[in-house]
């Protein structure tokens, strides 16, 4: 099945946003075993949308749309689609319902504009929007199957696997691709590549590639045959040998954030936590917290980012704040063990460190930070060194953070 | 000036990487004065190169092209822009005397295959890389100027800031566009668009879009004029009728994210700031602690998710919390309060709130978020519901918390 993806939108043809869809659906695609032939962008305007649609039609069975589904004047996509099927815009029941009741449940009234979002070419299908108010569509046009989707992503991307994949699974003749991610922590890219080694040899089946995004490399394997299942052999066989290799430098092998990998220890372990933070300034609360039901485990956070918070709020005793100064291992021990008293948490977390761009020295330059967990096995901590903008050093100080909680469940630190 | 944007290469086609030199391109492209009509991604395939390469001059004079040039069997650009040309592939002397320093200062020695990357189309002119080992080139096609960059990011922003960009700057003749971003809170993206009105009408110059990301909209207007000065001053314009009308709803007018607008206003009103959290779970904190040098005006922060910590560290009466429990208007008073005194901060804020997925009821349901600040002219609380997921009703929350510091320090709550 050749497939070709259109974006449609103004705002991605100038580069004000890059096409992160395009990407998600052509990777999506692979793994569900269709080849995509071709990308494009075009800018909302209806004689250049149609002009697009009609070309993507020409060399592909699928084509997948995204954009221009939204309530206001610019958004032309449903016009296009429904010229181009020479019929009329209708709206659809179902949508409209699904409107209303988006609108209902933020006690709001949909304006008479929003209504627009739920109309669509007659004939065509409705794609329900779990997400959002635009209203997606599949149509037929000169035997191509098309299939529009809104340009929020969230949207897209659940419309997408919602209501896309099950109508294009019954077209896919089983085989194809099979696909697993670990995602790794505490290396660099090279350094993993140079592990990896044979694995990632170019023309290799299945096909191993790397790609790292805030400290945290994901590593991807690929296989490919006219059979599934030996397709997801190749693919296990492969897993097993990186685990071998990495260890316990594998996070999760299905995916899950690092966040919810904590979370779940904790559970399985019926921990409790608490967090001392000031460099990273509510980051690691805020990364654990995202998790739901982790009300049970997390207790409290304290963002000491004044001395006279980590003092008057986690004890920590003035004399080591004095001696060894705030960012330093023994401030940090005693903000860990400060905070595990004060929330009687059976863990004590910490951070405190130089986030910069200013406040560095020669002695403790910028990136540098502190880190101490405490439990009823100790104190332990820990000082690294940790590159690039303000933003990267605490994206990194606290996943370097939530690794050591990681690490201390599973005893190996 | 038209131009379109061609992007070689399996990778991106089949969605492993995002294309991002796209946006980039466009994006300088449209600041130096040009419209960019359309992207397009092609697999490295001789004749789809081709046909694409034919496309895209067939609507623009520019086309920029990327990707293709590396040098091994798969990267075939140069071959297929030769038989566009009907010409043959030459090696460019001085891409070949500069590959060969490229690899002397490396202490190495092209391999023969690396020469290829020296060969340009005959007639061409050679775009050296000062970055890498792939040569460029600037070639005309039927009347377009086709200008032919590696797909490595650093190497194609290298090449065409210092190569192309001198060469486009002949054909602009002054003028361009002019384009200014307003950032927007506290209103839907339809109810945005109704309120502009005739401003976002289809075809009008200046053009007034809208884009809605984590509940901020920007709201982009683009004039475009012969005279670079007349396109300012259209947009300018536009820019006090928006004013007019969304008056504080509008954060900022330089893009200036919210955190930092209210950062910079702490800072014009010499007031510092501790935060109380709950549902938010230190995300309010988090983004304020993005600002470089906020430890002036930030203090501390408590993530309270226990109601043990609502009591002890911010001293929240239980009794409140018995009454009306902890997602209350008088809970959220007692904490805003409670984070003031601790920390000795001239504003206390506070957030308690139903995040969900778990945990709603008919009265409080999921979204249902309760904010209060305090300062020496009072305690102000305010509720309010938002919609989807958890971490949209967290960030939502976060936002709206930021925008009521923001609204307080101007006198307008």
Same mark, same amino acid.
């Given at each position: ?100 009741? @988006? ?156 966040? @919810? ?35 049970? @485990? ?116």
């Amino acid at each position: 099945m050749n497939a070709q993806i259109v974006s449609i939108g103004n705002e991605v043809v100038a580069g004000v946003i890059a096409d992160t869809n395009a990407a998600y659906l052509a990777a999506r695609m692979e793994d569900l075993g269709a080849t995509v032939v071709a990308h494009r962008a075009v800018r909302d305007l209806e004689n250049e949308v149609m002009a697009a649609l009609t070309a993507a039609c020409d060399s592909a069975e699928v084509v997948l749309v995204t954009g221009g589904l939204g309530p206001t004047l610019d958004d032309l996509t449903r016009e296009a689609a429904a010229k181009l099927a020479g019929v009329e815009l209708v709206e659809d029941e179902r949508a409209a319902e699904m409107l209303r009741s @988006f609108f209902a449940a933020r006690n709001r009234v949909p304006h008479p504009v929003n209504l627009k979002q739920a109309a669509i070419p007659q004939d065509a299908t409705c794609l329900p929007n779990r997400e959002g108010t635009a209203a997606g569509f599949a149509m037929e046009y000169q035997g191509a199957k098309l299939f529009f989707m809104p340009g929020v992503p969230r949207e897209m991307k659940a419309m997408f696997e919602d209501e896309v994949v099950p109508r294009l699974r019954e077209r896919l003749t089983g085989g194809g691709n099979f696909r697993r991610t670990l995602l790794v922590i505490g290396m660099g890219e090279s350094d993993l590549g140079a592990k990896l080694g044979d694995l990632m040899q170019r023309g290799r089946n299945p096909e191993v590639g790397t790609m790292v995004h805030g400290g945290i490399i994901a590593v991807r394997i690929i296989g490919r045959d006219k059979d599934a299942r030996a397709a997801q052999e190749k693919v296990e066989a492969d897993v097993r040998r990186i685990r071998e290799i990495l260890g316990h430098s594998i996070i999760s092998e299905d995916e899950s954030p690092l966040p @919810f990998v904590v979370a779940k220890l904790l559970e399985e372990n019926a921990r409790t936590i608490a967090l001392a933070e000031s460099c990273t300034g509510g980051l690691i609360c805020a990364m654990i917290t995202d998790v739901p039901g982790i009300s049970r @485990f997390f207790l409290e956070g304290v963002v000491a980012y004044s001395n006279d918070a980590k003092v008057e709020i986690l004890g920590v005793p003035e004399a080591i704040l004095e001696k060894h100064g705030s960012v330093s291992a023994e401030a940090a021990k005693a903000m860990a063990r400060g905070i595990r008293n004060r929330a009687g948490a059976d863990i004590g977390l910490s951070v405190t460190g130089i986030a910069g761009p200013g406040g560095g020295t020669p002695q403790k330059p910028v990136g540098m930070v502190c880190f101490a967990l405490a439990d009823d096995r100790g104190v332990i901590a820990r000082e690294e060194r940790f590159g690039g903008s303000r933003t990267d050093i605490r994206d990194r100080a606290a996943k370097y953070a939530l690794n050591l909680v990681r690490l201390r469940l599973l005893g190996v630190v």
